[in-house]
């Protein structure tokens, strides 16, 4: 069996990793250093046009704008179908986004399995109960 170098139980690093010398914190350290520096030169690049400095300063500064969520009302029908026309109707009209008439009807869809898997299985417990 070969000799090993170290001695087991006695660490290769007595002194243990040198705190705050990793290569990501030096970065970071050097960067947040220099960030007023950094800051103005891309709003004097921003300023003289260049649309990447602007945009860079634009992203960080100013948060991108979320859709608003907007209540939908529409009438409940008697049927999954007839809520499906009424939706397609809403979305012909102009009374909801096409956007939020797919999300609709998507959810309708789901909707329309749940119930066919209940109706499925309310049959099967119904069979089985014959035997």
Do not use: Y
């Not at 009374?95 to 109706?119: F, H, M, R, T, Y």
């Amino acid at each position: 069996m070969a000799e090993s170098k170290f001695t087991p139980g006695k660490s290769g690093n007595p002194k243990g990793r040198p705190k705050n010398k990793t290569a990501p914190l030096m970065l970071r350290k050097a960067i947040s250093e220099a960030m007023p520096e950094i800051i103005e030169s891309l709003i004097d690049a921003a300023l003289s046009g260049d649309t990447q400095a602007a945009a860079t300063l634009l992203n960080r500064c100013v948060p991108a704008l979320k859709p608003e969520v907007l209540a939908v009302h529409l009438p409940v029908k008697e049927t999954l179908a007839d809520q499906g026309n009424e939706i397609i109707r809403s979305i012909v009209t102009g009374k909801i986004a096409p956007d939020i008439g797919s999300q609709l009807i998507n959810a309708l869809s789901s909707q329309s399995k749940i119930v066919e898997i209940d109706d499925l299985t309310k049959r099967i417990e119904k069979l089985e109960g014959l035997r």
